[in-house]
């Protein structure tokens, strides 16, 4: 950002996690800049009931664009791209928020994405047995939006379901709020509300399960106007959300994409040419992204659509243009770590010794295997003790909610090594967990070779080093570690008109990569 140096155009890519809001500024070479990023809140009234708030969500936006536009000239900025977790936002017709609880508290007004409260109307919509549920593995997930919004009729009629005037993917609420755009993004309604990208919404199958209303006011509520992700909303930013944002009114804004599938998109073109990988020469088919954070997704895509039991798909246009996209994933996987570590008697020991070392636990813990394994692999150490991890359920690729964890193996001991090896243990499993939904995947017809991670779970060299092991393929990590960030930057740069399509803004996005070799027959990861 010297005087020498021609001016640049950026791009603002803002992602709302499941407990942090965080937002990047890229140049057009892909290069991130600036970063930020703020917790927000999140309530569970009760067991499985997981809710936030719009409004703290928006603040949050707000708060870390205005950190990674400092001292930069805003009319260089020429596009903002939003992604999100795919949680249901409830807002009455006049866009206020209405309560998705008993309390009536309309504060909290977003139902999240991990929420399990409608498990009785998921069975309800499966026993169907309807047509669109073969484009979601062929059971509906309980983390959908239908579940959600019959649970809010059944249960919530006079404080929010009468009242309700718009129900928002999470992405969608913001493309919304930055623009004053109703429009939603062909992402989230593909993804999570059964919406269909070349015949629209099914009448039948609202009808069946009980929410007819959607169809008597023309999905009105839901959306029935749908654009592919990356398209120029309006006319950009509104002079009330740039001043929010500390961005100059009418800056292109696109039409977003659920924060997995910005992960998906930052990562699964990315150029490896040069670094001997398998899958220089294969097409992109060969390759599976895998967004790994609180939760983890796995996504695939094809020219041609392959139904694959129990994982999400196909859906047509919903992550990369022109591709037909299957979404495995595990509920959770980032959440599931810290629950078995947090809860460990020597917990407390462990967070004295690693603020001691100035480490993060996991970099403490991950040393600690390397100091009490013998001679043989680290991997090794978990040979009597092994967790089966569907502690919130299995989305994929058993698509059985009602699944529990496991530990078995335990013995008397809770000292630091058994701790150490119980988080050993858990994160064999979820890499276990990925390789049989790859096993899925390529049953059903999928060929895949290479694995590209990304997502705060990849910067664990053990997490990703256990992959490459348990799946027998080579992993590709990106140089730029915030490759979701990356992804919503691209949308915005998409919007800008600077790129003709969301494949093309891609391509000067792409970044390099770490390669797998073979070593004592483990798969090591070293830096090119």
Same mark, same amino acid.
């Given at each position: 950002m010297?005087?020498e140096e021609e ?9 709302v ?5 965080r937002?990047?500024?890229?140049d057009?070479?892909?290069?991130l800049?600036a ?11 009760q067991?499985?009931h997981?809710?936030q ?10 708060v870390?664009t205005k950190?990674v536009?400092?001292?930069i000239d805003?009319n260089?900025?020429r ?5 999100a977790?795919c &949680? =249901?936002?409830? *807002? ?6 209405l309560?998705?609880?008993?309390e009536? +508290? #309309?504060?909290?007004n977003v139902?999240m994405?991990?929420?399990h ?8 919509i499966?026993?169907?047995?309807h047509?669109?549920?073969?484009y979601?593995g ?13 649970w ?12 309700a ?5 999470l992405?969608?609420f913001?493309s ?6 109703t429009?939603? &993004? =062909?992402?989230s *309604?593909v ?8 015949k629209?919404?099914? +009448? #039948?199958f609202w ?6 209303d959607f169809v ?14 990356g398209?120029?909303l309006g006319?950009g930013l ?5 001043k ?5 009114p ?7 994409l659920i924060?997995?599938?910005?992960g ?7 150029d490896v040419?040069g670094?001997?990988?398998i899958?220089?020469g294969?097409?992109?088919t060969?390759?599976l ?6 939760s983890s997704?796995?996504m695939?895509?094809s ?10 798909g196909?859906?047509f246009s919903?992550?990369?243009p ?9 509920s959770?996987?980032?959440?599931l770590?810290?629950h ?6 020597a917990?407390p020991e ?12 996991y970099?403490?813990?991950?040393s600690?295997l ?6 043989e692999p680290?991997g ?7 967790v089966?991890?569907?502690f919130?359920g ?6 059985d909610?009602?699944l529990k964890g ?7 001991s809770q000292d ?8 050993l ?10 390789r049989?939904?790859?096993?899925a995947?390529?049953?059903?017809g999928?060929?895949?070779?290479t ?6 779970l990849s910067?664990?060299?053990l997490f990703?080093q ?5 799946t ?5 990590l990106?140089?730029e570690?915030?490759?979701?960030l ?10 800008s ?5 969301v ?16 070593q004592?027959?483990?798969l090591f990861?070293?830096?090119?």
């Open positions: 010297s005087g001016p640049r155009s950026y791009y603002v890519g803002v992602d996690g499941t407990g942090s809001v937002a990047a500024l890229v057009q070479r892909g290069v800049l970063f930020a990023d703020q917790p927000i809140k999140k309530w569970e009234p067991f499985n997981h809710e708030s719009s409004e703290d969500i928006w603040a949050a936006c707000c870390v950190k536009v400092q001292g805003l260089q900025i596009g903002l791209g939003f992604d977790t &949680s =249901l936002v409830v *807002l009455d017709k006049q866009f206020r928020p309560p998705v609880n008993h009536g +508290d #309309s504060h909290r139902i994405w991990l929420d409260r409608a498990v009785s109307q998921v069975h309800r499966n026993e169907t047995k047509s669109v549920l073969q979601v062929g059971m509906m997930s309980v983390e959908m939006q239908a579940p959600k919004l019959l809010l009729k059944e249960n919530l009629r006079e404080t929010c379901w009468d009242k005037g718009h129900f928002f993917d992405p969608d913001l919304w709020k930055a623009t004053g755009v429009a939603r &993004s =062909l992402c *309604l993804c999570k509300w059964t919406y269909s990208a070349e629209g919404w099914d +009448d #039948s009808k069946m399960i009980g929410l007819e008597a006011d023309n999905y009105n509520k839901i959306g029935n106007q749908v654009l592919p992700p398209t120029s006319s509104t002079p009330e959300a740039a929010e944002l500390g961005l100059r009418g800056v292109p804004v696109a039409a977003s924060d997995a599938h910005a998906g998109l930052g990562v699964i073109g990315a040419r670094h001997g990988l899958c220089e294969q097409p992109v060969s390759r992204a895998v967004i790994c954070g609180t997704c796995h695939g895509i020219k041609d659509p392959i139904f694959v039991p129990g994982v999400w196909p859906y919903a992550m990369v022109g591709f037909w996209l299957n979404e495995g994933g595990q959770v996987t980032g959440k770590i810290d078995l570590v947090q809860g460990h008697p917990f462990l967070q004295a010794k690693a603020t001691a070392r100035c480490q993060s636990i970099a403490y813990l991950n600690h390397d100091l009490i394994k013998k001679a680290v090794f150490l978990t040979v009597d003790l092994h089966w991890p569907d919130h299995n989305r994929s690729p058993l698509a909610l009602t496991m530990v078995t193996g335990l013995k008397l630091l090594d058994d701790l150490a090896i119980l988080y243990a858990t994160v064999q499993a979820i890499a276990f967990g990925t049989f939904i790859i096993e995947m390529e049953a059903a999928h060929s895949i070779s694995l590209f991670l990304c997502g705060g910067k664990n060299p990703v256990m992959h490459a092991d348990i027998g393929m080579s992993v590709v990106s140089k570690v915030e490759s979701v990356v992804g919503a930057a691209i949308l915005g740069a998409c919007a008109g600077d790129f003709t399509s494949q093309v803004s891609a391509e000067p996005l792409n970044v390099s990569v770490l390669e797998r070799k073979e004592h027959g483990l990861l070293d830096e090119k």
